[in-house]
């Protein structure tokens, strides 16, 4: 496995923008620091939780249907490539609607996520059941990858208007770089 393309794969799509940091960020700036906490450990088990149903689904289908861990890696690629686009073209300047801040928010709020769901069905198969079929090490994956999107989660906790006034600030070049970084990760998936 290309562990190199996994982590920047993993940690791109974490520490991006998307629904629930900038939940997150918002919930900083107008609740405090506890309550996005709250708010962030919620959608930490719930991440991790979609991570090891997706790990079981996956699992279950391969054993299945061979073919299907192909169909993934494809899906997986174009949604990186999709993702690259849209980090590429997007304006930070737009206001994220406004949540409370609670553990239960941001459980749920996983649920609802079109970003953590595809990251959730295509991060194991596309990375990790090509090469590892044992169930203990794709769990240890399981694992790290959570823990990978709860810094990404404490990251917009703890430097989240700092964060925001730097992105603001150079969002162009900010932008570009994630972007090429998801392109390099979607073409390493087929080497």
């Known amino acids: 496995m290309n562990i190199t393309?996994?982590?920047?794969?993993?940690?791109?799509v974490t520490f991006t923008p998307g629904p629930?940091?900038?939940?997150?960020?918002?919930?900083v700036n107008q609740f405090g620091t506890r309550k996005a906490m709250h708010y962030t450990?919620?959608?930490t088990l719930a991440f991790g939780l979609l991570l090891f149903l997706s790990a079981i689904l996956n699992a279950v289908l391969v054993t299945v249907l061979p073919k299907i861990l192909v169909?993934?890696?494809?899906?997986?690629?174009?949604?990186?490539?999709?993702?690259?686009?849209?980090?590429?073209k997007s304006d930070s300047s737009k206001k994220s609607s406004q949540l409370n801040g609670t553990f239960l928010s941001g459980f749920f709020m996983q649920?609802?996520?079109?970003?953590?769901?595809?990251f959730t069905l295509t991060v194991i198969p596309s990375f990790v059941m090509k090469n590892y079929t044992e169930s203990t090490v794709i769990l240890i994956f399981v694992a790290v990858i959570t823990i990978i999107g709860f810094l990404a989660f404490i990251?917009?906790?703890?430097?989240?208007?700092?964060?925001?006034?730097?992105?603001q600030k150079h969002t162009k070049v900010v932008n570009i770089l994630m972007?090429?970084?998801l392109l390099y990760a979607a073409c390493m998936i087929w080497i």
């Not at 393309?5 to 791109?12: A, G, K, M």
């Not at 649920?111 to 595809?118: A, E, R």
């Open 111 to 118: 649920f609802l996520n079109p970003k953590v769901i595809i």
């Open 71 to 88: 169909i993934l890696q494809i899906i997986g690629s174009l949604y990186m490539i999709y993702l690259a686009y849209q980090i590429y």
């Open 41 to 43: 450990y919620g959608a």
């Open 5 to 12: 393309s996994f982590l920047i794969y993993c940690f791109i």
């Open 155 to 167: 990251g917009w906790v703890l430097f989240g208007t700092i964060f925001k006034g730097f992105l």
């Open 20 to 27: 629930t940091n900038i939940v997150i960020l918002s919930t």
């Open 179 to 181: 972007a090429a970084f």
